[in-house]
T-cell receptor, first 111, second 115 residues
Framework: AQSVTQPDIHITVSEGASLELRCNYS??????LFWYVQSPGQGLQLLLK??????LVQGIKGFEAEFKRSQSSFNLRKPSVHWSDAAEYFC?????????FGSGTKLNVKP | DAGVIQSPRHEVTEMGQEVTLRCKPI?????LFWYRQTMMRGLELLIY????????DSGMPEDRFSAKMPNASFSTLKIQPSEPRDSAVYFC?????????????FGEGSRLTVL
């Protein structure tokens, strides 16, 4: 079955520190992968997406993600976290009109 | 563009009552999705429509749940009768149909509490 795994439920980083959120996917050839962010009480907003081509993709708010086929991973990174980045982050895979979401990673940012 | 619009944002009701959640997708989007989000189960796809036709409703929990899309700009998700375990945030999302890789645009959700 198709699945997306986010192994970290909660992560806490200090403001200004770097961030990496992990995402692993299973099944299939070239996946269509996404990262979404959800602020409290809000819907999900797209951060970035990967379809093909350059394996390092840039997104909004200074985020980037790298697709690594050999590791079946699509990790999200940011070099310097801001307090406003505190939110929940979802990795998703798209296939045949369906989006399969990971369970999410909640990011806390310490002052 | 106004984005995906959902109403109500919050609904508190008593067990056994009928609940209707509403969604207006982004104009020009051919696909509409209903998701449910809970702490225990995360984001679950309930049903999706293409050009107002239900394509896959395999995620609908049971017969108490029904969804309609009478036209391209409006969809409803109805729960009758509601139960406490239906308490969740229900999201509507839409996307364009002219690409196989189109992103989903989410509404802000309807938070349902069934007492």
């Amino acid at each position: 079955a198709q699945s997306v795994t986010q192994p970290d439920i909660h992560i806490t980083v200090s403001e200004g520190a770097s961030l990496e959120l992990r995402c692993n996917y299973s099944y299939g050839a070239t996946p269509y992968l996404f990262w979404y962010v959800q602020s409290p009480g809000q819907g999900l907003q797209l951060l970035l997406k990967y379809f093909s081509g350059d394996t390092l993709v840039q997104g909004i708010k200074g985020f980037e993600a790298e697709f690594k086929r050999s590791q079946s991973s699509f990790n999200l990174r940011k070099p310097s976290v801001h307090w406003s980045d505190a939110a929940e982050y979802f990795c998703a895979r798209y296939n045949f009109n369906k989006f399969y979401f990971g369970s999410g990673t909640k990011l806390n940012v310490k002052p | 563009d106004a984005g995906v619009i959902q109403s109500p944002r919050h609904e508190v009701t008593e067990m056994g009552q009928e609940v209707t959640l509403r969604c207006k997708p982004i104009s020009g989007h051919d696909y509409l999705f209903w998701y449910r989000q809970t702490m225990m189960r995360g984001l679950e796809l309930l049903i999706y429509f293409n050009n107002n036709v239900p394509i896959d409703d395999s995620g609908m929990p049971e017969d108490r749940f029904s969804a309609k899309m009478p036209n391209a700009s409006f969809s409803t998700l109805k729960i009758q009768p509601s139960e406490p375990r239906d308490s969740a945030v229900y999201f509507c999302a839409s996307r364009r149909g002219d690409t196989n890789t189109g992103e989903l645009f989410f509404g802000e959700g309807s938070r349902l509490t069934v007492l």
